[in-house]
């Protein structure tokens, strides 16, 4: 996680290297909604104070 102040905020810029130990493994789709999940709460908690 990069989180960089910006004149009116913060922007915040989230990395994930995954490797998949074979080809029948599934895509991490959880950890992208995760993420998009966590920013939209933190999001909210920081909007609200």
Known sequence: MQ???KDKG???K???EYEKV???V???HAYL???VNSTKDIEG???RA
Do not use: I, Q, S
């Open 26 to 28: 599934p895509d991490p």
């Open 10 to 12: 913060t922007l915040v």
């Open 33 to 35: 909604e995760f993420a």
């Open 45 to 47: 908690h920081y909007l």
């Open 14 to 16: 989230w990395t994930r």
């Open 22 to 24: 074979n080809e029948d």
């Open 3 to 5: 989180v960089t102040a």
